[in-house]
């Protein structure tokens, strides 16, 4: 499959609708994504003949967009219909940038499910650093402030006593450059990402000082956002948009399927399958995705707090007041039948 081909036929957990659809024709639905593997591997490519309506009630013009922040830019000017934002982007787009009207349509992605994969913090194998509290007067590194994942170090850090700039010190790098941090020792411990600790290397020359689910318990990493004239205007072509979405989903994590899985994400991405077989998709090695694509609002509402609690948010936010799930639970029902 071409790489045309399989952006137009997958992005599928994305989902979203630009408005002005007829009966006679497709919606153009563009859809913003940042991170292929973090936000759902399986969006980036498809299975022919599992999507039933895509080119029928919708088409994709897939967006990439190098974070949250500059998606969020779009979703408040109209350029971009739907995405995925994590849980420390949707605070900041309804309290700061004013987007009172952001519905969350489904979920993408699941930390620290029980049984499932949760993100990583990693020392060198030979790091003196044993417990939480050795990392007192040491330094850091994630990939920026306000981030996910940089939250939860802060939490576990402070949760043993430990404040940043009296205790430690944080630095800032993009996730790719991190492994090359750590192992230059320009930081003692870093933030990692699935792929990163898949790589056998990587293994090999380092070791899980603790877990994101063990600093913060479950998160709700990231969810489908939508505003709501959007989805008022095409509901019938976002239910169409998440069926389908939810039939990839399914097809993807069937283990029968497995090898066919990693294959199409290791073209599209010029990477060896060998990156990604030993993880994707297979339980306990990946991220959790809702198979019903709904997200797990109490963590969410605990991921929310936190942030309140580490001062990067000064109000509270009422999440049930901002979802939309009637539209994915629709489309989970049809997915099934």
């Known amino acids: 499959m071409s790489a045309k081909a399989a952006i137009i036929a997958a992005l599928v957990f994305f989902g979203a609708l630009s408005p002005g659809a007829s009966a006679a024709e497709p919606v153009k639905l ?105 990392m007192k007067g040491k330094v850091a590194a994630t990939n920026g402030a306000g981030s996910a994942v940089d939250m939860a170090l802060r939490t576990m850090l402070r949760k043993h006593g430990l404040e940043e700039k009296r205790d430690y010190t944080i630095i800032e790098a993009a996730f790719p450059n991190l ?94 399958a060998s990156a990604f077989a030993s993880w994707m998709f297979v339980k306990g090695e990946d991220f959790y995705h809702d198979p019903d694509g709904l997200p797990d609002l109490d963590a969410l509402e605990a991921n929310i707090e936190m942030q309140r609690d580490l001062g990067f948010l000064k109000a509270a936010l009422d999440v049930k007041a901002l979802t939309a799930l009637n539209l994915v639970k629709e489309a989970a029902r049809r997915a099934k039948q």
Request: charged fraction near 25%.
């Open 179 to 272: 492994p090359a941090i750590l192992k230059e020792r320009k930081a003692d411990l870093v933030a990692s990402t699935r792929i990163v600790t898949a790589d056998p290397v990587m293994r090999d020359a380092t070791r899980t000082l603790f877990t994101q689910r063990e600093a913060i318990g479950r998160s709700e990493m990231s969810m489908v956002v939508a505003r709501a004239p959007f989805l008022e205007k095409n509901r019938s072509v976002v239910i169409d948009y998440l069926e389908d979405s939810l039939r990839l989903l399914h097809w993807y994590s069937d283990p029968a399927h497995h090898e066919a899985a990693v294959k199409s994400f290791a073209d599209f991405t010029k990477q060896p």
């Open 30 to 134: 563009r859809v913003g994504w940042v991170s292929i593997t973090a936000d759902g591997p399986f969006l980036m490519f498809g299975k022919e003949g599992i999507a039933k309506h895509v080119g029928i009630s919708y088409t994709l013009e897939p967006i990439h967009f190098q974070g949250s922040p500059q998606m969020l830019t779009a979703l408040a000017s109209d350029q971009v219909d739907i995405g995925g934002l994590g849980f420390s982007t949707l605070p900041t787009a309804v309290l700061n940038a004013h987007l009172d009207d952001l519905r969350i349509i489904a979920d993408l992605f699941q930390d620290g499910a029980p049984g499932y994969y949760s993100n990583a913090y990693l020392v060198l194998k030979d790091s003196p650093i044993r417990r939480i509290e050795d």
